[in-house]
């Protein structure tokens, strides 16, 4: 508006004092439409990535240009007509994340060997589970390299299950690199150029890391899977089940399960949503019993019961084809998004009551979280590309699994520690019992005692006495009375409270009462 009223206003005082007024927004104006030309030409020129000699590994995300194809008709013939080669965009500006597409996806790149020897050079696919990739070398050759989870590692270049493509460049030469993605698995490109040293290096570490990983999940499946077999606790059967569809769902992440298997796995998106569906499930189920949410949380209890329910289906994705396939690799992620809503609840409403394996969990869930968000931070390039930061993910989800194992082995160690206490309780109280019992039998025993002995000497003296002319029969029977009373006091009496003595357990600490009975 400052400058139209310029250019139409007769009155020069005017115009300089319009001008002093808004010279800091001319300037900030000016200062736009300067970066918004320099924006334009940057867009407008092409990249060249120029390899240098000392730099052994670069990041190509910055240099690529990308083509949607929304028809996945387009050949490597048409994309390089000129109408097509206009078309690419740098992936700056699209982005390197397409999620869930029907679409395919051309990358190009133009790479300049700036050294003066030839080098031999790896270009790399950072996401294994892709299912198509098509490389063209710009080497004038029509015939492309194919990687991809589709692909038999026998049918591969390069015979590893991170899709990599040979490129070898001549001193000065100037190339041309397109690729192909076409997959129902998300899209995301992550693309590095790595000398052939520096690739085996990579790989050599990355395979060190992955058999750490894997060897340690499997050894705390079998050391867990004994304990449930010895104990019959269920809870132990749940973190078996959640570690091995843990460690197989990631197999088919990374790739390693089509490396295992050299001709390839039959469907492997619909055997991933298979395993995501099962560890969701055993996560609930493990999860349900380490926190005891029936009798915590039921609210939280029946969400997750109706979450549990909903990823049973997904356990037959193996036979789905088509669209079905495709949408349930959405909906199976989506699923397991939302069921950590109410995990959170209980973990975090358990943690603020105290509740100690809450705080546990929260604990082991937070050492996957760390390496999940390194993982992303390296992907997006904020952190640099090592053996480490590469497998951050799965040294995240090893830690977890064996943060889990060792409250599983306290928790053990506590049960165990209430049932030698319980045990040792039930003994002090059976040896209350018996010495009460003794107690009692002494007690009664006395009290019985005493009047029979009177009553004894009463029936001697009675005997014994010359003045009373008792008959010969009623004097037999005051004989025989004081032996008789005598062996009840001595013996009898002892017995016959011994052997009609019946014990009831009463109430939690094993009181007893005593019955007694007996003939005298």
Known sequence: CCILFCMF???????????????????????????????????????????EAGQKNYNLNSTLEVLEDPSRELSFQQIQAETLAERFVPISESGNSFGYTESAFWIRLRVKNSSTAPDEWRLEY???????????????SQSPQYSGSLTPLNQRNIPYHHPSF????????????????????????????????????????????????????????????????????????????????????????????????????????????????????????????????????PFSHRILNIIFLLHLPFLIAPFFTGFLLTWSIQAVYLMSAVLYIPLL???????????????????????????????FLTQIGWLPSTAFTRNSMPIGVMIEAVLFSLILSGRFLEIRAEKESAQQEAIQNLTRADELKDRLLASTS??????????????????????????????????VLPHSLRY????????????????FPFGKFGFFIFVVSGNV
């Open 9 to 51: 206003s007769s009155n020069p005082k005017e115009l300089i004092k319009i001008f002093k007024m808004n010279r800091y927004y001319l300037i900030l104006l000016y200062g736009l439409l300067g970066a918004c030309l320099f924006s334009v030409s940057l867009q407008a020129a092409t990249p060249v990535l120029e390899l």
């Open 166 to 297: 040979v490129l070898d460049l001549q001193a000065g030469e100037e190339r041309t690199l397109h690729l192909r993605i076409e997959s129902r698995t998300d899209i995301d490109v992550r693309l590095s150029l790595r000398t052939l040293f520096e690739h085996q290096k990579d790989t050599a570490l990355d395979q060190t890391f992955e058999g750490i990983f894997y060897g340690t999940m499997i050894a705390m499946v079998l050391y867990n899977l004994i304990l449930f077999a010895v104990i019959r606790y269920r809870i132990y059967l749940f973190y078996v089940l959640y570690q091995l569809g843990t460690f197989i769902h990631w197999s088919f992440i990374d790739g390693t399960s089509n490396q295992m298997i050299q001709d390839g796995i039959t469907n492997p998106i619909g055997w991933r949503i298979f395993w995501a569906g099962f560890l969701a499930a055993a996560a609930i189920l493990f999860a349900q019993t380490l926190l005891e949410t029936r009798e915590r949380n």
């Open 126 to 140: 950072q996401n294994a589970a892709v299912e198509q990739l098509q490389f063209f070398d710009g080497s004038g």
């Open 345 to 375: 609840t209980v973990l975090i409403s358990g943690a603020v009551k105290g509740f100690r394996p809450a705080r546990l969990t929260l604990l082991c869930w937070g050492a996957f979280g760390v390496g999940a968000a390194l993982s």
């Open 446 to 479: 006395h009290e019985l005692r005493t009047p029979l002995h009177g009553i004894i000497g009463l029936a001697e003296t009675i005997r014994d006495e010359k003045r009373l002319h008792l008959a010969n029969c009623i004097k037999h029977y005051f004989e």
């Open 488 to 503: 009840k006091a001595e013996r009898g009496i002892k017995d016959s409270l011994i052997c009609k003595a019946e014990a």
